[in-house]
């Protein structure tokens, strides 16, 4: 069996009664990781950050290099439904408050050039 990555805020005595647990019933984990100011940590391919203000960040980086702007002399149906996914899927993991641009954008199913031009204000 396997499970896709874990994200979980315990203190050490959770994490302590969590691994004995999990030793017990013979499961294979990976290592628990602790994010601290010096140590970052990889989640579902993004990257978790913590200042020493204790303000936690999270990047996807490669995602976010893929987004492309909708030219005017490309298929825009095509390049329209697939950047909208794109900018959604950062949106609703990473910036909540892009959901609804994006929620707008998925209405639009025969996109015109000012479709495209507020699709792309918000990719941008």
């Known amino acids: ?55 936690v960040y999270l990047s996807q980086k490669k995602q976010c290099e893929k987004i492309k702007i909708i030219k005017s002399n490309s298929n825009l149906k095509s390049s329209y439904i697939q950047e909208r996914a794109r900018g959604a899927y950062i949106a609703s993991t990473y910036q909540p408050e892009a959901v609804f641009s994006l929620s707008f954008a998925a209405q639009i199913t025969q996109p015109e050039a000012k479709d495209t031009e507020y699709l792309n204000t918000r990719l941008q």
Do not use: H
Not at 26 to 38: A, F, H, M, Q, R
């Open 1 to 55: 069996m396997q499970t896709d990555d874990t994200l979980f805020l315990g203190n050490a005595n959770y994490v302590t009664i969590k691994e004995t647990k999990l030793k017990k019933a013979s499961y294979l984990t990976k290592p628990i990781d602790e994010l601290s100011t010096t140590k970052n940590l990889t989640f579902n391919r993004g990257l978790i950050l913590r200042d020493s203000d204790r303000t």
